[in-house]
């Protein structure tokens, strides 16, 4: 796995934090020469819902071998409280920026390169108050066939994970992270949250897996069996 990466030019949107910024951590440590983008604060800027900033890097940095982005946002509330702005903030995250991280990288990435974004298990799980997240999740795994077919030799995929422990929870009090956990791990097969390390060895994987395109690979434990 490390071989495939070594010396591959990596760019990780939302690489800040979270699975994005442990992504930048595993890549760097196999040998990759990684370039983190955050919206703020860090080598490069980009913000996904603003195509200058994407334009930007993509005329102005060196050529990637893999394009990643993280980049969500969330807007969990029951269809009669939606807000315009904040749909489109969710839907410019998961599928137009990674729609405009392809039109500006895919022209100058090797035949043998790829973009790897995330969607998530809401995708496959309706639920009342998540249809903006479940919506966008699931338009991604669209757009990934759709991107892989038209970009091809490029591959792009995508990780759809279950309730990780990446820091993200980390904004709920303790006692409501605590419950949330519980209830997840009990919702998976596997009896767990996932972990930082569980997500990333997938985005490892899918980043030299020179035989899978157009696919949106499910890391949560099972979860969406029960
Ligand atoms: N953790 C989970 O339980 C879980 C479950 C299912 C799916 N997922 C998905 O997995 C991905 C990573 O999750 P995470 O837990 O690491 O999430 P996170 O901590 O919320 O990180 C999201 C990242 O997206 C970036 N971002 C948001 N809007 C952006 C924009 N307009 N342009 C560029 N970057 C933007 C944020 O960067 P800033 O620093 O600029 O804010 C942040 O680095 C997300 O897509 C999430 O939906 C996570």
Redesign the pocket.
Known sequence: MSENLRGKRILV????????AEIVRRTGQAGADVVV????GLEVK????DETTIAWAAESLDAFDHVI?????HHDVPVPDLEHGKVQ?AF???VI?PLLLAKHFAPRMPADGSFLF?????GWQPKPGTVVKGTA?AALAALVTHLAVELAPLRVNAI?????D????NRLPDERRRALYDSAAAASLAGRV?TLEDVTDAALWLLGAGWVTGETVHVDGGARHR
């Open positions: 949107v939302g690489g800040a934090r979270g699975i994005g983008a955050a919206r703020s980009i913000d996904v819902a982005s993280t980049a969500s946002a903030a410019s995250a998961k920026g995330f969607s998530g298990i809401v999740n759809a994970p279950g309730l990780t990446s820091g993200t929870w996932g």
